[in-house]
């Protein structure tokens, strides 16, 4: 089962990471995109503290790197929500 919005997730991220003026923030966009794609083909997705902590390391890098990475970090975020408003709980 494909999650669709992660899956965007990952590719922003992936698009991110090659527009990072850093390496270490490149490393950690790509290593989130990694875990995007794989939370995306899981039969279950990530729960809400999983999404969470995803959430925090994201803000952290569009904040250090600005720009066109935050723009897309952003546009991930925005489909990490959406996939977030379908999970139970919280």
């Known amino acids: ?7 965007r997730a990952s590719e922003l991220l992936e698009a991110a990471a090659d527009a990072a003026t ?3 923030a490149a490393e950690r966009l790509r290593k989130q995109a990694d875990e995007f794609a ?9 729960d ?6 995803h959430e925090r390391i994201l803000t952290e890098v569009a ?4 720009g066109t990475v935050e723009s897309k970090i952003d ?3 925005d489909a990490v929500r ?3 408003a379908t999970v139970d709980g919280v």
């Open 1 to 7: 089962m494909t999650h669709e919005n992660l899956q």
């Open 22 to 24: 850093h390496e270490d």
């Open 38 to 46: 794989s939370h995306a083909e899981s039969e279950r997705g990530p």
């Open 48 to 53: 809400h503290g999983r999404l969470a902590r």
């Open 63 to 66: 904040e250090a790197e600005g």
């Open 75 to 77: 546009d991930a975020i």
């Open 82 to 84: 959406a996939y977030r």
